[in-house]
């Protein structure tokens, strides 16, 4: 069945050090779409970056991740942390042409906390 | 914008008790979510509803109920609370679309069963 693996636990990173946490997917969707969402502690969880598009790098916030079909990744990318960057990361993902998000399927998440 | 309210922010249960959670959303949208979050498990859908008065089971469905009365709200029953139970139960909606859409979320409420 389809599934997404995300770099597993925690990531302790020092302030300004680049960022990447990983994902990659499984699927039988021919158009899959990719989402990143950010739960930071005492907000909401909310999207912070998506795409169906295959080799187009899409940046928010400072973050960037490219779609990569051929490896069935999704990275999720900053070139220096900062120490608000603290939260947890979900990678999710989901058929391009699906209009609900009952199908959605989640990564089990991935804690990054930046140190000074 | 909007907001999805969730009530109440802590929950504090008994083993047995029945608990209900209750989210509230202003965006309009026509689907809404509950999901449970476990520390190292993700996010697992319980329910959703596609519009007023319709339920479909996630895959955690077991042990909870829901109901939509109305468009803007949704509301989660605990069942049978488990001893020591922990968790996050997060409520969310999405606008309709054709395609894949954004998710919007309330900001949890925190189960506790002694």
């Known amino acids: 069945g389809d599934s997404v693996t995300q770099t597993e636990g925690l990531v302790t990173l020092t302030e300004g050090l680049p960022v990447m946490l990983n994902c990659t997917y499984q699927?039988?969707?021919?158009?899959?779409?990719l989402f990143w969402y950010v739960h930071y502690l005492n907000e909401s969880p909310r999207l912070l970056l998506k795409?169906?598009?295959d080799n187009k790098r899409t940046e928010h916030q400072g973050f960037h991740a490219t779609l990569h079909k051929s490896s069935s990744s999704f990275h999720l990318q900053k070139s220096s942390a900062q120490l608000s960057d603290s939260a947890l990361y979900y990678c999710a993902l989901s058929d391009h042409y699906v209009g609900d998000n009952s199908k959605l399927i989640w990564g089990l998440g991935t804690s990054l906390v930046v140190n000074p | 914008g909007g907001i999805i309210t969730q009530t109440p922010k802590f929950l504090i249960g008994q083993e047995g008790q029945k608990l209900t959670l209750k989210c509230q959303q202003n965006f309009n949208h026509d689907t809404m979510y509950w999901y449970r979050q476990d520390s190292g498990k993700g996010l697992r859908l319980i329910y959703y509803?596609?519009?007023?008065?319709?339920?479909q089971k996630g895959d955690l469905s077991e042990g909870y109920d829901a109901s939509r009365e109305k468009k803007s709200s949704f509301s989660l029953t605990v069942t049978s609370a488990q001893k020591n139970e922990m968790a996050v139960f997060l409520c969310a909606s999405s606008p309709p679309g054709q395609f894949a859409e954004t998710l919007y979320f309330g900001s949890g409420t925190r189960l506790t069963v002694l």
């Open positions: 795409s169906s598009t």
């Open positions: 509803s596609i519009t007023e008065n319709d339920l």
């Open positions: 699927t039988i969707y021919s158009n899959p779409f």
